[in-house]
């Protein structure tokens, strides 16, 4: 399959922009104790650099539906599409149990298992395996209803208590519950929202087989519709989002506030803003090359080995800094700690620091996943690469 290049491109950017949102997660003075989007708590850089990073997620999700289109229609293969689907599915979801749980935490018990970004790709997978023989118009008429509609799972009419409803409402929202004494599983990316997400993406591969200047158009005008639309809906301020924007003690504030959409889980004004951004940065990088999209390139097109090997980088970094502040082991606390000392305790750094870590994460890197990406297109014939 021949790669597009502005998939790549725009991959590689949020992959960059990602590593921002973990070294702020892991090192930031502040990130255990209070959020980033909390308008009574935080200031309009520390929400900005949170806010700019939930491009991220949706973008990775839309793009892995993108690609599994391409990948199909390029063998010509159902067989061997569904397989390799169903298994790269269940493989991501084993990646997020183990090696991303343990970069995430840190922690050799497993005292939280969460259900993150490479778990719901895995599960969407999954679903598209076995929706591989529906027409990609329908499956992408599906995702958008989920996408348009899954914010009224609140409404749907059974007990709070009832079994049923316990078992559905985990997979729209997020949850924590207990596995055992000493364990506990949470739902962080619940997989029915982000599978409309992905739906639509493998729906919309059809167009990167467009004739470039057309498909430019499309994504000019989905890019800027969706983001008109995300104002209408936003600003309407019923419908689209459960947490209403209103006005602050500063017109700053109030804008902030009319931003502050819900990531957990997607909401419709939340897919709308950011797949629209998402659309014009497919706009502006298809059919660019240039020294900055070159160097992105490098990123994009080992997702999966960047994403897994950049928490293992921050978290070491951070174990470096605690260290340096004057703790020992037996301060760290894990679990939902990260490994840092116990909350209220005076560790990490400040804004300013975390974007040069950031800058610094992200320039160690580049060099890895350069090597890598050529050694995987050195191998093709070593199909387990594909994996990873």
Request: include cysteine.
């Amino acid at each position: 399959m021949k790669r597009i290049s502005s998939i790549d491109y725009v991959r590689g950017l949020v992959m960059v922009i990602m590593a921002l949102d973990h070294t702020r997660d892991l090192i930031h003075y502040s990130s255990i104790s209070q959020s980033p989007t909390n308008l009574a708590t935080t200031t309009p850089a520390l929400f900005f650099t949170r806010w700019i990073t939930h491009i991220c997620a949706p973008t990775f999700v839309f793009l892995s539906g993108t690609s599994a289109f391409l990948s199909f229609e390029s063998t010509n293969n159902f067989a061997a599409s569904r397989r390799f689907l169903l298994t790269r599915g269940l493989w991501l979801l084993v990646l997020e149990f183990t090696l991303v749980n343990f970069g995430v935490w840190f922690d050799v018990h497993f005292a939280v298992l969460l259900f993150d970004v490479i778990a719901t790709i895995g599960f969407g997978f999954l679903v598209l395996g076995l929706l591989l023989k529906a027409a990609p118009r329908t499956l992408g008429i599906i995702g958008l209803l989920i996408i348009f509609c899954h914010n009224l799972s609140p409404l749907i009419p059974f007990s709070g208590v009832s079994l049923l409803k316990r078992i559905l409402m985990p997979l729209f929202g997020p949850t924590a519950f207990p596995l055992s004494a000493g364990t506990t599983f949470v739902m962080g990316y619940p997989p029915i929202p982000w599978l409309g997400i992905m739906l639509v993406g493998f729906a919309c591969g059809k167009f990167f087989e467009w004739p470039e200047s057309k498909r430019k158009n499309l994504f000019l005008r989905i890019g800027i519709a969706s983001l008109l639309l995300f104002v209408i809906v936003r600003f309407i301020n019923i419908y689209g989002d459960s947490v209403p924007w209103s006005n602050q003690q500063s017109g700053l504030y109030t804008i902030l506030s009319f931003m502050n959409i819900t990531k957990y889980p997607p909401s419709l004004v939340f897919c709308l803003c950011m797949l629209g951004i998402m659309f014009l940065l497919l706009y502006l990088f298809d059919g660019t090359n240039n020294a900055i999209t070159r160097i992105l390139n490098v990123y994009g097109k080992v997702p999966l080995f960047y994403f897994i090997v950049h928490f293992y980088v921050i978290h070491i970094i951070m174990f470096i800094i605690v260290f340096m502040q004057g703790y020992s082991a037996r301060d760290l606390v894990f679990g939902f700690n990260f490994g840092r000392p116990k909350p209220g305790s005076p560790s990490g750094v400040g804004l300013v620091v975390i974007y040069l870590i950031w800058i610094g994460v992200v320039l160690l890197l580049y060099p890895l996943c350069k090597w890598y990406g050529n050694y995987k297109s050195a191998h093709r014939e070593m199909k387990w690469l594909r994996y990873l």
